[in-house]
């Protein structure tokens, strides 16, 4: 299944929700340090409700060792700068669709790593400056799996 990556999040119910679309669609959700908040934090855990037992959660010290587990793999950064639509992408179970800090969005940097295979962006109005992490993530993950036909599959990889 396709796996999600939060780089930095910074609060905790876009993190619930996001555990809950990985519970829901069989994402993986990968979470790199540091975060703004601790996993046990009430709001996460509420946003999570019941999920939690169920979603694949996984947590990074920091990029390099999030890329040493989900590489090799087609890596589309999410950012409101980049010109190719979200939709103009042929998703692949294993891909990994990162998004950055709900404050600042993901670092030039890191939008421009090598490890990057495509920069992508949800269409908005021209007025919009940005979308909340969670409904991105999950317009994004949907997207993906109804190109794959909502295929249940296990990315081994």
Not at 54 to 70: E, G, P, S
């Amino acid at each position: 299944m396709f796996r999600v990556l939060f780089y930095h999040p910074e609060i905790p119910p876009n993190t619930g929700n996001a555990i809950r679309l990985a519970a829901n669609t069989g994402c993986e959700l990968h979470l790199v340090e540091p975060l703004g908040f601790s996993l046990e934090d009430k709001q996460l855990r509420r946003a999570g409700l019941d999920y939690h037992d169920l979603a694949r959660v996984h947590v990074h010290a920091d990029l390099a060792a999030a890329w040493r587990t989900l590489l090799p793999a087609k890596v589309y950064a999410f950012s409101a700068s980049a010109t190719r639509l979200h939709t103009e992408v042929a998703y692949e179970p294993g891909d990994v669709l990162m998004f950055g800090p709900e404050s600042a969005g993901l670092p030039a940097e890191v939008q421009h790593a090598p490890e990057v295979t495509d920069r992508v962006r949800l269409p908005m109005l021209p007025t919009s400056r940005s979308l909340n992490l969670a409904n991105t993530a999950a317009i994004s993950i949907y997207e993906a799996w109804r190109q794959n036909g909502f295929a249940v599959t296990e990315h081994h990889g």
